[in-house]
Structures are given as C-alpha cells and as structure tokens.
C-alpha cells in the first residue's frame, strides 16, 4: 500500500495501563502502532526494547509508542515486567484492528501454513493519517528507522 497519507483504520483496544485507546481518542497527537507477532519471543523482544530504548525521544517529539500483539492484557503486563518495557502494549485478541490495518495474514513456517501478524509498523499523524508504514519489518534498526520519520512530521 503506497497511498500515503491515507485515513488510519479505526480501533479500540485495550492497554496494558487499564486505558482503551482509540483513533478517535488518539486524535491531536501523533503515534506509533508496532504490530508484533508474540510477547517473549526474540524478534517480538528485541523490537519492543528497540522502541523502549527510544522513549524518550519519541516523547519529546510528541509521539506517542504503542505495541500491538493478540497476547492478552496479562501476558503483556509480564512482557512488559520482565524485559523493562516502557511503550505501551494493547492487546487485540479479537484481530479486529490487525485486519483493518492488513497484518493480520497467511504465513508459513516449517512447511505449515497459518495466520498470524506479519511485523508492521504504522506512523499517524496527529489528524490521524498514516504517513508512513513498515510492512515485513525488519528487527534490526527498525525503531531508529521510525524515529527518523516521525522527526519529519
């Protein structure tokens, strides 16, 4: 998809801080929506740290970081505990908001075929526009990836 900016989907899902964040809700301030396949796997891991390590500026930007998995709100609180998270985590066990926004696809593994997220990243601006988008990510360097542009916004 390269129609860009185009309108974000709309969702509601629920974080890890007891919060329901929406796009309505989410509306006058720019975010990073990282989808991710599973809490405490090693991809999963490595990128929410990546985004974690980077907090700080992304909050000085304004930006505000959101990880989105299936993983339930108490899988993500001891994701969170146990790597020293401090992006927010929503859980969308009913992959409403992963097919609105396409990561929700067929994969293959070890010969089976299977749905699951695709790794994804989508930068929104603070009307609510996707002005960038990562499909297929790539762990390593993907969050500086994201920090640069959401510097451009």
Same mark, same amino acid.
């Given at each position: 998809?390269?129609?860009?900016?185009?309108?974000?989907?709309? @969702?509601?899902?629920?974080?890890?801080?007891?919060?329901?964040?929406?796009?309505?809700?989410? /509306?006058?301030?720019? @975010?990073?929506?990282?989808?991710?396949?599973?809490?405490?796997?090693?991809?999963c891991t490595k990128?929410?740290?990546? @985004?974690?390590?980077?907090?700080s500026e992304f909050?000085?930007?304004?930006? /505000?970081?959101?990880?989105?998995?299936?993983?339930?709100?108490?899988?993500?609180? /001891?994701?969170?505990?146990?790597?020293?998270?401090?992006?927010?985590?929503?859980?969308?066990?009913?992959?409403?908001?992963?097919?609105?926004?396409?990561?929700?696809?067929?994969?293959?593994?070890?010969? /089976?075929?299977?749905?699951?997220?695709?790794?994804?990243? @989508?930068? *929104?601006?603070?009307?609510?526009? *996707?002005?960038?988008?990562?499909?297929?990510?790539?762990?390593?360097?993907?969050?500086?990836?994201?920090?640069?542009?959401?510097?451009?916004?």
């Amino acid at each position: 998809m390269t129609d860009l900016p185009r309108p974000a989907p709309e @969702f509601s899902l629920p974080g890890d801080d007891g919060t329901t964040y929406s796009l309505a809700g989410l /509306k006058g301030t720019p @975010f990073v929506l990282f989808f991710y396949p599973r809490d405490n796997t090693s991809g999963c891991t490595k990128e929410a740290i990546g @985004f974690s390590t980077l907090k700080s500026e992304f909050d000085a930007l304004g930006v /505000k970081l959101f990880g989105v998995s299936k993983d339930s709100l108490a899988s993500h609180e /001891k994701f969170r505990a146990k790597q020293g998270l401090t992006t927010g985590l929503l859980s969308d066990e009913d992959s409403d908001a992963c097919e609105a926004f396409g990561v929700w696809q067929e994969k293959k593994m070890y010969g /089976k075929t299977f749905f699951g997220i695709v790794r994804s990243t @989508f930068l *929104i601006d603070a009307a609510g526009q *996707i002005v960038r988008e990562w499909r297929k990510v790539k762990v390593d360097g993907h969050a500086e990836d994201v920090l640069a542009a959401a510097r451009d916004l």
